[in-house]
């Protein structure tokens, strides 16, 4: 690891300081490795997340497949958010109905 720079944990060090070594040393490989290839498509689970059909479609064109509705369809039932926020009671579904506090 010394051709990175970091230095690996003490031997005696807390499981929760090696996995965050651990977690630290992939994710700065993988940075460098996105960094080099210029045709590299990098998106994180976040993006693709916090609005999924229109992060999904605009993935698929940057990989330049074509966009399909059963790959909506696909995406829709498996939305574990957006079906919470169907359900009735859930927090999204209230403040959407205007009801509760």
């Known amino acids: 690891m010394r ?3 970091l230095k ?3 031997a005696d060090a ?3 300081t090696r996995i965050a070594w651990h977690v630290g040393l992939l994710t700065q490989v993988l940075g460098d490795c996105v960094a080099r290839p210029p045709d590299w ?4 689970h976040e993006e693709l997340c916090r609005d999924p059909q229109p992060a999904f479609r605009d993935l698929y064109s940057r990989l330049g497949l074509v966009w399909t509705t059963s790959a909506a ?3 829709q039932d498996h939305d574990v958010q957006a079906r919470a926020a169907r359900l009735p ?3 999204a579904t209230s403040r959407t109905r205007g009801v509760g506090g």
Do not use: F, I, K, M
Request: glycine residues 10%.
């Open 3 to 5: 051709p990175l720079g």
């Open 8 to 10: 690996p944990p003490a």
């Open 14 to 16: 807390s499981d929760v």
């Open 41 to 44: 498509t990098v998106v994180t």
């Open 73 to 75: 369809r696909y995406l």
């Open 89 to 91: 009671g859930s927090p």
